[in-house]
């Protein structure tokens, strides 16, 4: 697990891309929660926390699933809840709006097809 450790922290450090911190803050806050380093845990989790109630992240699902457990075991089941509930419907969203775009698609070629077919019955 210290490997782990070492590894996010260097990840973390090493990245400008904003969604890219975030994930590896919440992989090392979750590494360090498991290897018994509470206290440094708690202040990178709260760092995450604060960033996924702002910003929009596209990772969204994963960091609740975390944030999920961790409040899980530290015995706060309504803010676990709220999490969970949260990846929940982050995650339905995001399969809706993959049907929806895949709908779109048929829609869009059936359109095509059928204006291609009116257009080769008028030409012939």
Do not use: C
Not at 13 to 35: D, R, V
Not at 40 to 55: L, M, R
Not at 60 to 78: D, H, K, M, P
Request: hydrophobic share 35%; charged share 25%.
């Amino acid at each position: 697990m210290i490997n782990a450790i070492k590894y996010y922290k260097d990840a973390y450090n090493s990245t400008t891309i904003p969604n890219e911190k975030i994930i590896q803050l919440y992989m090392l806050a979750i590494s360090e929660y498991y290897n018994n380093q509470i206290d440094t845990s708690k202040v990178h989790f709260n760092q995450v926390i604060k960033y996924y109630e702002k910003y929009f992240i596209k990772d969204r699902y994963n960091i609740a699933w975390v944030l999920y457990q961790y409040f899980q075991s530290e015995g706060n089941t309504i803010k676990a809840r709220e999490y969970l509930t949260d990846a929940y419907i982050t995650q339905m969203q995001t399969y809706v709006r993959s049907i929806l775009k895949v709908s779109r698609l048929r829609n869009y070629k059936m359109t095509e097809l059928i204006s291609q077919t009116k257009t080769l019955r008028v030409s012939e």
